[in-house]
T-cell receptor, first 110, second 113 residues
Framework: DAGVTQSPTHLIKTRGQQVTLRCSPK?????VSWYQQALGQGPQFIFQ???????QRGNFPDRFSGHQFPNYSSELNVNALLLGDSALYLC?????????FGQGTRLTVV | AQSVTQPDIHITVSEGASLELRCNYS??????LFWYVQSPGQGLQLLLK??????LVQGIKGFEAEFKRSQSSFNLRKPSVHWSDAAEYFC???????????FGKGTKLSVKP
């Protein structure tokens, strides 16, 4: 079992650009959540997808959007990037009993 | 408001010494409580979780935590720390589907030889 895999591991973008991050959940997991972890902070919940729909959303602007595919994999899209969007983006998958986290994508906005 | 407070930003202990990391939470419903560990540049690994029942829970790597409802606390303990335990530790609270986890700001643990 590969666990939760995220791609890419690192990327650098310029202010104003758009970015897409990808997540493949652990086998058998139908729920995917995304978190933003700024340097020196704890992860903050962005949103959760279940059955291809956004089920919960944290306090993030509409520039942050997502998608879940029929195979349960998920994408996080961020538009009009700001310097403050630089962070580690973590994906977690679960079935309801335990959340497993991926290694994250380190996004740097310059 | 729902929140998690980890009062200690950085703790240094000697190898072999005991460890206690503090966590206090505020949550409107019955809390589901978790401790995660994160090594530099890595994702989060679940150490242990509390849903209900026995308030002392055992986790991986020799860690345990005690849930005290009256104090809204869920402190993490280990009787003898190993150098490999050096990492950042996060306490989190959430609901049953563990989607919207609320994390503390973390406690960085350093281990002296």
């Amino acid at each position: 079992d590969a666990g939760v895999t995220q791609s890419p591991t690192h990327l650098i973008k310029t202010r104003g650009q758009q970015v897409t991050l990808r997540c493949s959940p652990k086998s058998g997991h139908d729920t995917v959540s995304w978190y933003q972890q700024a340097l020196g902070q704890g992860p903050q919940f962005i949103f959760q997808y279940y059955e291809e729909e956004e089920r919960q959303r944290g306090n993030f602007p509409d520039r942050f959007s997502g998608h879940q595919f029929p195979n349960y994999s998920s994408e996080l899209n961020v538009n009009a990037l700001l310097l403050g969007d630089s962070a580690l983006y973590l994906c977690a998958s679960s079935t309801g009993t335990e959340a497993f986290f991926g290694q994250g994508t380190r996004l740097t906005v310059v | 408001a729902q929140s998690v407070t980890q009062p200690d930003i950085h703790i240094t202990v000697s190898e072999g010494a005991s460890l206690e990391l503090r966590c206090n939470y505020s949550y409107g419903a019955t809390p589901y409580l978790f401790w995660y560990v994160q090594s530099p540049g890595q994702g989060l690994q679940l150490l242990l979780k509390y849903f209900s029942g026995d308030t002392l829970v055992q986790g991986i790597k020799g860690f345990e935590a005690e849930f005290k409802r009256s104090q809204s606390s869920f402190n993490l303990r280990k009787p003898s720390v190993h150098w490999s335990d050096a990492a950042e530790y996060f306490c989190a609270v959430g609901g049953p589907r563990q989607g919207n986890l609320i994390f503390g700001k973390g406690t960085k643990l350093s281990v002296k030889p």
